[in-house]
């Protein structure tokens, strides 16, 4: 079956532009989260969303960055304002199968690199 | 928060050797999975343990949530087993926000 998908995979911008980044959940998935990787800092939380609750921003980095769910499914990750330590693989996850409430699967990842 | 560390950081074998990674973690988890990491950058869902033994094929892993660790043993290794392997931890039984470790870059080499 289709596993989560994330677009584009790859993107350079120029320091100042606004970015935006999009992830396709597994169907039928109820939470999806979003996670950045970089260099220094590892992989790391940034926003999760479940259901139609208000989403959970506690690990959003700065004001700069949001995020939305459209209709319980896609989600646009979009940063502006782009700074050089925004550059990093920002990866995208789901879970809340039916099945596997906990597991995260998750997509390829975007990478963003920002000059 | 929760700490997670993972040793070792770099372990470099031959093919067919076996080997064992380590996950400590600060608290008690709710959610313990292990990934696997490809040169592609994929992160690939090895096991969701938070508690217990399990096994597919050659992988196989244990958590011992009362000690706050997690082994994961690779048997008989093969190239395609090269990679970064992580573990990620979560408290919460609600949001699943998962903490990781700085991962163990395992190369197998032919």
């Known amino acids: 079956g289709a596993g989560v998908s994330q677009s584009p995979s790859n993107k350079v911008t120029e320091k100042g532009k606004d970015v935006e980044l999009r992830c396709d959940p597994i169907s039928g998935h109820t939470a999806l989260y979003w996670y950045r990787q970089s260099l220094g800092q590892g992989l790391e939380f940034l926003i999760y969303f479940q259901g139609n609750s208000a989403p959970d921003k506690s690990g959003l980095p700065s004001d700069r960055f949001s995020a939305e769910r459209t209709g319980g499914s896609v989600s646009t990750l979009t940063i502006q304002r782009t700074q050089q330590e925004d550059s990093a693989v920002y990866l995208c996850a789901s879970t809340g199968g039916p099945s596997r409430a906990y597991e995260q699967y998750f997509g390829p990842g975007t990478r963003l690199t920002v000059t | 928060g929760i700490q997670v560390e993972q040793s070792p950081p770099d372990l470099i074998l031959q093919e067919g050797a076996n080997s064992t990674l380590r996950c400590n973690f600060s608290d008690s988890v709710n959610n313990l999975q292990w990934f696997h990491q490809n040169p592609w950058g994929q992160l690939i869902n090895l096991f969701y343990?938070?508690?217990g033994t399990k096994q597919n094929g050659r992988l196989s892993a244990t958590t011992v949530a009362t000690e706050r660790y997690s082994l994961l043993y690779i048997s008989s290794s093969q190239t395609t087993d090269s990679g970064v392997y992580f573990c990620?931890?979560?408290?919460?039984?609600?949001?699943?926000?998962?903490?990781f470790g700085q991962g163990t870059r395992l190369t197998i080499n032919p």
């Open positions: 990620a931890v979560e408290r919460d039984q609600g949001a699943q926000k998962l903490v």
């Open positions: 343990i938070p508690s």
